[in-house]
């Protein structure tokens, strides 16, 4: 069951009235998100651990970490509700029962490739959200062949049965992969990465310029699906992967995050209804020496915003820093935290940063329990509270081969950050360090978190 990037998602939905299955409306249920802030500190993450690409003949794993500081820290391997794990790369999509014993988790249905295949015509499953009608809807990046035209969504029922493709047809989207919708408004927006047919065979410059990537967003009617409007990020944004609307259901705009210009982009209602969006926060190409291009991008890989919608959170896989920002005036995004804990430009590595003065430069990044902190910072989740904030560093293993050669042979970790919500800030918890370089098969790389009750990341209120 090679999955290669799993995608895990619980899609719950605030108010959760009466539905089960997909959507476990029998679970936590917080009315506002700002409820959910008050709910216990978390004891668990899920995380997924990925074998697949890194020479390890085993399969992938959906893996349990206590993360409770009162417990030794450990992982547990398995294979109210369930988590649902989109695998990208086998084109397979497992229903995890979590609700029976959060602590051992079992496997509860896997949709095959085949059937989606054969009723849809799509493949690489991604990113899933539930739908209040107690369906679950999943993004596919392509067709079997790997071409983004044949790109599109999904539909499940309640107990993990194809019902078809959610959008109507002839309003797919030319590339995919995330997506966020809010019902008050009637909208749902997705992202565009690029064509399976090209980024699974590594990041090539080349390919953006043959137009195999995306630089789009996609807005749909909610729930009819039907493709209202498309949004051309131009060069400015190019790759938009992760899309976060605000927290606040009867809000109107939200942010993504595009990768290889390393912009943050916002996204809005315009007065007659329409959408536009704007460049809210942008990341500076670092000029650099012994490094493949004389130019690196941050490539903002992740980002969520908090319950709260105050802050928002972002990484620099390359670069190594992850960014809090205060975004309580959406418009203006203020920086109010940042810290490195990675990347290619970390003291002791041969790449250097180049000022226009000619000096050059590197960061400190710190040891956590003696361990150096390898490849730079991915996938991020925040706690309920908003208080601390966990980092993976697993992008794509093709991706990670060409990067971080060394993550592949030394495997990933799990660190986490405190975070000051008072007056802004972020620090290393120097307690924290899970290392899946020490698992028993051998390093495996560790790639999306999720919470047993939902989190920032998954949840969508109406």
């Known amino acids: 069951m090679a999955t290669d990037v799993a995608v ?7 108010k959760r009235q009466g539905n089960e299955a997909a959507c476990c409306k029998t679970g936590p249920g917080y009315a506002t998100p700002l409820d959910a802030m008050s709910g216990p500190k978390e004891a668990l993450i899920y995380v997924t651990a990925v074998y697949s690409g890194t020479g390890i003949q085993k399969p992938d794993y959906l893996a349990t970490v206590d993360v409770d500081p009162t417990l030794a820290m450990e992982i547990h391997l398995h294979n109210g509700c369930f988590l649902v794990l989109p695998a990208l790369i086998s084109g397979r999509i497992y229903a995890i029962d979590t609700k029976t014993n959060p602590r051992a988790p079992s496997l509860h249905k896997v949709v095959e490739p085949e059937e989606i295949i054969q009723k849809t015509g799509l493949a690489y499953p991604h990113t899933s959200h539930c739908l209040a009608s107690g369906d679950l809807l999943v993004s596919c990046l392509g067709d079997k062949d790997g071409s983004a035209a044949g790109s599109g969504f999904l539909l499940l029922d309640s107990e993990f049965n194809v019902k078809g493709r959610w959008e109507k047809p002839g309003h797919s989207p030319l590339f995919g992969y995330d997506f966020w919708y809010q019902p008050r408004h009637k909208t749902m927006i997705s992202t565009s990465w690029g064509a399976p047919a090209a980024f699974t065979k590594g990041f090539n410059p080349q390919h953006v310029a043959d137009g195999l990537y995306g630089r789009h967003l996609h807005v749909y009617s909610w729930p009819e699906g039907e493709l209202k409007q498309t949004l051309d990020l131009g060069n400015t944004g190019l790759l938009p992967l992760e ?3 605000l927290h606040d259901p009867s809000k109107d705009t939200g942010f993504v995050g595009c990768a290889l210009t390393s912009n943050i982009v916002r996204f809005f209602k315009t007065e007659d209804g329409s959408w ?8 500076k190409s670092l000029k650099v020496q012994n490094w493949i291009l004389p130019e690196m991008p941050g490539l903002i890989t992740d980002f ?3 319950l709260d919608d105050r802050f928002l959170y972002f990484v620099n896989w390359l670069h190594g820093d992850v960014r809090q920002y205060n975004i309580e005036d959406p418009k203006n995004p203020k920086l109010t935290g940042q810290i490195w804990v990675g990347g290619l430009i970390q003291k002791g590595s041969p790449v250097v940063a180049e000022a226009e003065d000619g000096t050059t430069r590197q960061f400190d990044v710190p040891e ?3 361990k150096k902190l390898r490849a730079g910072p991915q996938m991020i989740q925040l706690s309920l509270d908003g208080k601390r904030l966990y980092i ?3 992008l794509f293993s093709t991706w990670d081969h060409q990067f971080y050669p060394d993550l592949l042979a030394k495997g990933s970790h799990i660190i986490q950050l ?8 972020l620090a290393v918890n120097p307690n924290f360090f899970v290392d899946f370089g020490a698992e028993p098969d051998g390093p495996a790389l560790a790639h999306e978190m999720r919470y047993p009750g939902g989190d920032c990341t998954s949840d969508i209120w109406v």
């Open 418 to 425: 405190d975070v000051n919500t008072e007056n802004g800030g």
């Open 243 to 245: 899309i976060r609307f």
């Open 8 to 14: 895990l998602q619980h899609g719950t939905v605030g």
């Open 304 to 306: 969520l915003i908090s």
């Open 392 to 394: 993976t560093n697993s």
């Open 368 to 370: 956590i329990q003696g």
């Open 276 to 283: 536009s969006h704007e460049v809210a926060i942008s990341v």
